[in-house]
């Protein structure tokens, strides 16, 4: 069983940029390939990035490619989703999940571990 935290969710105007964090408890973190999703008001939970268990991969939905950057601190049981040049469309509110180690995928339902989500609000 893993435990996930999201935290560093709020407010940003369009254009700034904001640093989600993921913090992971329970059995051992690098066991773990990560991913980040959102889900926006009205619409399904949608793939953002994912990222392999030792974070020499990554990979990422099209409308963030080149704005977010996600990494990983296996020794801090944390993974990260840097978000830049945000957007109003970008709103959401974002989870961490957790795939089998040798997962590359996007698809969710591969995601067995997900933490509560944290609230993500772009102002236009």
């Known amino acids: 069983q893993v435990q996930l935290v999201e935290s560093g969710g709020g407010l940003v105007q369009a254009g700034g940029s904001l640093r989600l964090s993921c913090a992971a408890s329970?059995?051992?973190?690098?066991?773990?390939?990560m991913g980040w999703f959102r889900q926006a008001p009205g619409k399904e939970r949608e793939f953002v990035a994912r990222?392999?268990?030792?974070?020499?991969?990554?990979n990422y939905a099209d409308s963030v490619k080149g704005r977010f950057t996600i990494s990983r601190d296996n020794a801090k049981n944390t993974v990260y989703l840097q978000m830049n040049s945000l957007k109003a469309e970008d709103t959401a509110v974002y989870y961490c999940?957790?795939?089998?180690?040798?997962?590359?995928?996007?698809?969710?339902?591969?995601?067995?571990?997900w933490g509560q989500g944290t609230q993500v609000t772009v102002s236009s």
């Open positions: 999940a957790a795939a089998n180690r040798y997962y590359s995928g996007s698809d969710q339902n591969k995601y067995n571990y």
């Open positions: 329970g059995r051992t973190f690098s066991n773990y390939a």
């Open positions: 990222i392999s268990w030792s974070g020499a991969t990554t």
